[in-house]
């Protein structure tokens, strides 16, 4: 646990910065710095250039915990904010609103250090090529990083320009993406991706082999895909240990549900303890669909804790109604808000403060009783088993082993549980709660959209199904204006416009919300996306997607996100969604540039499937075919539709690109298979039309 001296985010002592006119929580918090900090804009970069100045772009989030460390000890400094005053213009940028930069800049800092991470310190000449670039730096180490920088620029100009010409270089070649194969791919490299994944998986705690430790939901999926494609029990192993090890684990909160961003070390044990919704989201979609694949409680438990907890915490409740506006004066007035970012680590001026507890705290608030349980289910040790005497509360033994140390039976045991977690939350809920960013983040409200409508389906909750569609209704009505599509709303303004991330996982988004509802609405809304997104985003000289628009900001570089990571490639994403919009709607185009954009990274798959895990699932969606199951309904009968359930018996049973399509006015209610580029005859059965998907779409 990390102890930082106080913020003086509040003082009065200090005039304010021009952050104060920002909307960013982030770059609020900086807003009483010292510092003469700006936000970017092409302003600020001409002044750079009138002045001959270096520019130092820091960048950051509001949840991020070493961020807070660096401004305590170096931003609200008054002698160090002095030396950057005299010999820098300094931005200040969030990363969530402008992932751009951050990519950009983040690429140099790997370039020069071999690492990267946040708080980001790039420092660049008036032109934006950075000469300089790191990650937190202690206050004195970061006042002599400055003075001696600028001490170079001043004397020895032409050295700057001459590295920082280096750097560029490095840059653009890192950025030039050449297509790496138009071979078809066949099944047997399909298998080999997962051996080659193998190798670098944690076979004892789940998840990677390494520290620190990143959920990674859309590499648990394509490793469900996988086991249900081969029947790798392998795999299916992988998959039960890494779900229940996370969950068990100190990066999941018991007490409130919800994953924190990642876990210190390699047992899922120690987080750094800021909730994203962005993980939680994908978190949710993987948990309901492994309870529907394997019907193990837990996971459902799991999948409904971490909804309360983004319904509960990060749910936007004060939102303004929607006015109505030219694009919109027919529909009426929506409340709906939809969720914010995330919460903070720290609260109180320490890591995790709110999360954790003395051995002490715990026995003032639980009966004899129910702390003799609690001391087992969470491991609670008398000097704490983390820092300073606190205890992370997590669940190192199976209930089994629990009622066996415990001497409890079944039927004494849950209801003591529940009533120590209800005491636990409610003391906890007296403490000083972590900051909480409200800004509403187009692509990570889609990835719930997402998440709600999994839920639906797969927990068969039409709680759920009601809220995906009030969240997908109202981001449409928010982020799409004027005919593109924006990325963040907060406090009743919509700007920045969207970047590849928001097009793709919002299109995303909204196919699931289709397969939930049968509301054609949203397939032609996803449509709409992909055709923006193509007009934007394509390159037909490189054959890729950029991560920014055509007619957006040009940087130092123009990017395009290949690397499937915590959140996938939007490359990827919007592959996924050619291929199946372009299968439901018979468009070849689509379904050809899906195939085009595997073609970039194909070899880069093969080599590396933990980075690819997405464009993984394309590849068995292409190469076999894919799977497009139509659902066919009787119009002249009621009752001759398929229900959710069945919906369900067909999805749990497929991989998660397979296409399930609704069409009415057939003469009888029945289901036809398309798989392996054939369309077979329809049948009436679900066993059948799985049977008949299972043999086409096999990697057996």
Known sequence: MTQSPPSNHNSLQNEPNALIHASSPYLLQHAYNPVAWEEWSNLTWQRAKAENKLVLVSIGYSTCHWCHVMEHE???????AEIMNHHLISIKVDREERPDIDMVY?????LMTGRGGWPLNAICLPNGQPIYAGTYFPKQQWQQIIEQLAKVYREEPDKAHDYAGKIQQKLDALNRWDSESSDPLHRAQLLEQFTTLAENLDWVDGGPNRAPKF?????????????????????????????????????YDTIRGGFCRYSTDAQWFAPHFEKMLYDNAQLISLYARAFAWSDAPLYKQIAEECIHFCEEELGLKDGQALKAGPERSEGPNHTHAGYGSALDADSEGMEGKFYVFTREELLTILSEEEFALAEIQFNIQKDGNWEHGYNILHQPLAPLQVLEKSGLTAAEYHPRLLSIKQKIKRYQDSRIRPSFDDKAICSWNALYLK?????????????????????????????????????????GITKI?????????????????????????????????????????YNPQTQQLAFTPDNGEALIVRKSDLNDDVIASPNSVLA?????????????EYIELSKTLLNQVTKSMIQNPGWYFNWSKLAQAITLGGCHIKLENNANNPKGEWTSAETLEIAKHLPSWTTIEFKNGAQKKQIEVCANQTCFAPVEQIQQALE????????Q
């Open 692 to 699: 008949i998907a299972l043999d086409n779409c096999s990697l």
């Open 74 to 80: 170096s931003f609200e400094d008054f002698e160090t």
């Open 106 to 110: 983040m690429d140099a800092c790997q």
């Open 497 to 537: 416009s969207g970047f590849l991330e928001d097009y793709a996982c919002f299109c995303e988004g909204l196919l699931s919300a289709y397969t939930i509802t049968k509301n054609e609405d949203y397939l032609a809304k996803a449509e709409i996306l992909i055709q923006k997104s193509i007009e934007l985003f």
């Open 576 to 588: 996924h969604c050619l291929f199946q919009v372009g299968t439901m709607t018979s468009n070849l």
């Open 215 to 251: 959920p990674l939901p859309g590499q648990y999926e394509y490793i469900l895909d996988y086991h249900l494609l081969t029947g790798d029990e392998s795999a299916k192993d992988f998959l039960h240990l890494s779900l229940i090890k996370m969950s068990n684990g100190g990066i």
């Open 451 to 491: 998440a709600l409508a999994d839920a639906s389906l797969f927990l068969q909750n039409t709680n759920y199904s009601e809220k995906a569609t009030a969240l997908a209704d109202w981001m449409w009505l928010t982020f799409w204006q004027n005919n593109e599509l924006l990325r963040i709303h907060r406090n």
